[in-house]
């Protein structure tokens, strides 16, 4: 499984942005995919997860409710919607995957889009 995310930039507080993940490959028919992020200096910590082929999502705490995350699963296309983004949301991004729908352990990894917040 391969996954190329995109979409990252350079924003101000108060803005948006839509991350975007492609995964190619073969995949089992169910799993879970997820975004998660690392701020410099900090562990990567996850945003949202999404299951196939249900779509049930997860959030962590750290959105606050800003982000949304969706799917085009005849794409194999993930999305992470953000909005009202703040500085603190600066930290490269990464789509992942989990061969397992509870997403317990995530094999398979993006190269990370950087997403810069100022202030």
């Known amino acids: 499984v391969q996954l190329q995310a995109s979409g990252g930039g350079l924003v101000q507080a108060g803005g948006s942005l839509r991350l975007s993940c492609a995964a190619s490959?073969?995949?089992?028919?169910?799993?879970?995919m997820a975004w998660f992020r690392q701020a410099q200096g900090k562990e990567r910590e996850i945003v949202a997860s999404?299951?196939?082929?249900?779509?049930?999502?997860s959030y962590a705490d750290s959105g606050d409710g800003r982000f949304t995350i969706s799917r085009d699963s005849a794409k194999k296309m993930l999305f992470l919607q953000m909005n009202s983004l703040k500085p603190e949301d600066t930290a490269v991004y990464y789509c992942?995957?989990?061969?397992?729908?509870?997403?317990?352990?995530?094999?398979?990894w993006g190269q990370g889009t950087q997403v810069t917040v100022s202030s």
């Open positions: 992942a995957l989990s061969v397992s729908s509870s997403g317990h352990r995530y094999e398979h």
């Open positions: 490959g073969r995949t089992s028919s169910s799993f879970r």
């Open positions: 999404i299951s196939w082929p249900f779509g049930s999502p």
